[in-house]
């Protein structure tokens, strides 16, 4: 049996239609790749704030059951006289289709969220988000994790101006337990 071309160019229409949208989809875990280095592992770091206080995270990263978007839960220090240290917030990454990026959200135990925008560089991962302090100010911030070697990451946080460090808040290291 012999489809006429008419009949094979619909079939492969409506295949098209079906297939495409399962494709895009599939195309999420793929553009969460730039994770996959810091993937099922703690990775701690620890120094100063430029202020002189005290910096200290443990943060785990793994895949979602569906590996369609990546888990991150952050230890911290959790009040201001930096004795007590625990679980301090629960975050989400995921490719955002609309967008074209990879859009993040953090929620802490203070019931802060924060969401923003994932650019990656090469090995670099950079966190772009909006922060308002107690008094309403917004600050455009950056934090970015910069690839050093496969268990240690440069992590500075600050804000830039045209690709540029304008102000670094803080400039530690990040290594893999």
């Known amino acids: 049996m012999f489809l006429s071309f008419e009949t094979m160019k619909n079939l492969a229409l409506l295949f098209a239609f079906f297939l495409l949208p399962f494709s895009l989809l599939a195309q999420g875990n793929i553009m969460l790749m ?19 206080k005290p910096f200290k995270q443990e943060v785990s990263y793994s895949w979602s059951e569906d590996e369609e978007t990546v888990n991150m839960v952050t230890n911290s220090y959790l009040d201001t ?30 019931g802060n969220t924060i969401e923003g925008t994932v650019k990656t ?5 950079m966190y772009e988000y909006v922060y308002e302090n107690e ?28 690709d540029e460090w304008a102000e670094v808040y803080l400039e530690t290291y990040f290594f893999k337990k």
Not at 135 to 162: E, H, N, Q, R, S
Request: glycine fraction near 8%; proline fraction near 4%.
């Open 135 to 162: 008094l309403g100010v917004k600050t455009y911030m950056t934090d970015a994790l910069i690839w050093i070697k496969p268990d240690k990451y440069m992590f500075k946080v600050g804000t830039m101006k045209d």
């Open 81 to 110: 006289t930096f004795t007590d240290f625990g679980k301090f917030s629960d975050g989400v990454h995921r490719w955002d289709t609309i967008s074209n990026s990879i859009k993040f959200e953090v929620k802490d135990v203070h």
């Open 34 to 52: 730039p994770f996959e280095p810091l993937m099922n592992a703690t990775w701690k770091a620890e120094g100063k704030w430029k202020d002189g």
């Open 121 to 125: 560089k090469q090995k670099t991962i």
